[in-house]
C-alpha cells in the first residue's frame, strides 16, 4: 500500500512579479501569488484572461519575467520544485494504437514502449492508477477513454512524481455532471491526503465556491483575490462575470 | 515449379535489391508510426520533393556528388519548416505546401534548363534495381543510427506528441527531439530517393503505419504491424515487380495500398465504426 503523506502546511511557493508578452500584446502583468501545501487555489476568469498562459508561464512552457520562489516556511530552505500537471486536452486522434500504460509509460521512463511491457513500471503504474481506482483503465485504448476516465488517468499520472505543485487545466467540455462532482472530489482527496498545493483553472464557479480555499479572479492581471466570500462578493467579480448570474455562493 | 520462384535469385542486381528492400521497409514502418502519430504526412510529403531543389542546387554550384547536396539541403529544409511551423499560427499544411511549392518548382526549372530534365526522371519513380553493394552498406549504417535513435527518443517522442505542454513539464528537451527526429527523416528519405522515387516514397512511409493503426490497440502492435506490412509490401513487390516488368517502387505501393485497404475493411466488419 502507498504511504500516504498528510499535508505539512510549512511549505510555499511565491510566484513574483510573473508577467508574459506575445509580440505587442501584454498577456499576463505582474502576478503575485502565494501558494501554500495543502490548499487548492482556483484561477477563475474570462476566456482570453490568460488563465492558461499563466500554467504555461509557470510551467516554463513560455518565457515570463518575474521569478517562481519553492520555501520551507520553517527554515527558509530554496528548493528544487517539482510540478505535476494535467492538460485541459490531449493530442490523441481517434484509433490511436495508445494505451494507457503506453501513454504514462512514455513519460515516465525511458524503456521504449514499442518493446514488451516493462512488468515493473507496469505494476507501478497501476498501483498510483488504484489512487483514483483508474486501474482497471491500464491496457484500453487512451482514444477511447471517457472524460472522467481520461481525467482520472491524467492524474495519476501528474501524481507519480509526487510533486510538490499540481497544475490542473479544468476541460471545458466532455465531463457531464457526475464527472464533474467525483473530479472536484478526488482533487479534494489529493488536497488532503498529499503534501501538495494545488492550482486549478477552473470554469465551473459553483464547484469553485465549494471545493476551493482561495480564489484568484484574472483579466490579464489579479483584480482579486482571497477566500470564495471575498472575491465572488467583489465589485471585481461583478465586473468580470457581469451577465454571466453569479449565484450559489 | 520451384524454379519458377528461385530464378531472380540468381540475378546479382535483384539480391542486392532484395538486400535493400529488406533494411528500407522495416525502417520506413518505424519512422512511420511517429510520422502519422505526429500528423507529419505532408511534411514527409514535402520534404521528398526537396530532393529535387537539392540535386538543382548541386548542379548549379558545380558539386559532383549530388546527393550531398542534397541531402544538406532537405536537412536545412526540414529544420526550416518546424521552425516555421512553431512559430507561425497560421495553418501548418499552408506552410509547409508553400514551400514546398515554391521549392520544387525552382528544382524544376533548374534541373528542365535546356531541356536536359529525362535525365533526372528516375527520380520521380526510383529504380532499386540499380542499387550497389556500397549503397546498400550506406543504408546499414542509417538503419542501425535510427534503432539507437528510436530507443532512446521514441518515448520521448510520443510524450511530445501526445501534449507539448506535459512533456516540457517533464524537462524533455522538445525542440531539440523535433529537429532530431526532423533531420532523421530528411536524411532517410533523401538516402533512399533514389531507390524508391520521389512520387511515392511518402506512401511507403505513411501506409505501413496507416494500415497497422486499423489493427493495433497499443504501441507494440502499432509497431509490428507497422513493420510487418512493409517488409511483406516490399519484397512481394520486388518479386512480382521482376515476374510483371513493372517497376518496383509502384508495385510495392500498390500492395501496400491494398492492405491498407483490407485492414481498413477488416476494422469496419469488427468495431462498426
Known sequence: ?249 | MLAFFTDWWQYGFMRNAFWAVLIITPLFGILGTMIVNRKMAFFSDALGHSALTGIAIGVVLGVTDTNLSMIIFAIIFALLLNKISSKSTASTDTIISVFSSCSVAIGLAILSKGGNFSKYSSLLVGDILSITKKEIVYLIIIFAITLIFWTIAFNKLNAISINRTLAKSRHIPVSLLENLFAVLIAVIVMLSIKWVGILIINALLILPAASSRNLAVNMREYHFFAILFSVFSGVLGLIISYFTNVATGPMIIIIASLIYFLTFAYQKITHGN
Do not use: W
Not at chain 1, 42 to 60: D, E, F, Q, V
Not at chain 1, 74 to 84: N, P, V
Not at chain 1, 218 to 228: D, E, F, P, R, S
Open chain 1, 1 to 249: 500500500m502507498r504511504k500516504i503523506i498528510e499535508p505539512c502546511g510549512l511549505h510555499c511557493i511565491k510566484i513574483n512579479h510573473l508577467g508574459v508578452t506575445m509580440g505587442e500584446q501584454m498577456i499576463l502583468d505582474d502576478v503575485n501569488l502565494h501558494i501554500h501545501c495543502g490548499t487548492l487555489t482556483a484561477i477563475i476568469g474570462k476566456n482570453g484572461a490568460g488563465k492558461s498562459t499563466l500554467i504555461k508561464a509557470i510551467l516554463g512552457d513560455i518565457p515570463h519575467t518575474g521569478n517562481i520562489e519553492f520555501k520551507d516556511r520553517e527554515d527558509g530552505k530554496i528548493q528544487k520544485l517539482k510540478i505535476g500537471y494535467v492538460p485541459q486536452s490531449l493530442n490523441i486522434e481517434k484509433n490511436t494504437p495508445l494505451s494507457v500504460y503506453d501513454m504514462i509509460a512514455s513519460y515516465q521512463s525511458g524503456f521504449p514502449v514499442f518493446l514488451k511491457k516493462n512488468k515493473k513500471l507496469y505494476r507501478e503504474i497501476k498501483e498510483m492508477l488504484t489512487v483514483f481506482e483508474a486501474d482497471y483503465l491500464i491496457d484500453k485504448q487512451v482514444s477511447n477513454l471517457s472524460g472522467g476516465e481520461l481525467q482520472r488517468v491524467l492524474l495519476s499520472m501528474a501524481i507519480m512524481d509526487e510533486p510538490n505543485l499540481l497544475l490542473l487545466d479544468e476541460p471545458i467540455s466532455g465531463i457531464d455532471q457526475n464527472g464533474t462532482e467525483l473530479f472536484y472530489k478526488t482533487i479534494d482527496y489529493l488536497k488532503k491526503h498529499f503534501d501538495l498545493a494545488i492550482v486549478l483553472i477552473s470554469h465551473d464557479l459553483d464547484y469553485v465556491a465549494k471545493y476551493a480555499d482561495k480564489v484568484v479572479l484574472l483579466n490579464h492581471a489579479i483584480l482579486k483575490q482571497g477566500t470564495v466570500g471575498e472575491v465572488f462578493h467583489s465589485d471585481e467579480m461583478k465586473q468580470v462575470f457581469e451577465k454571466t448570474e453569479v449565484e450559489g455562493c
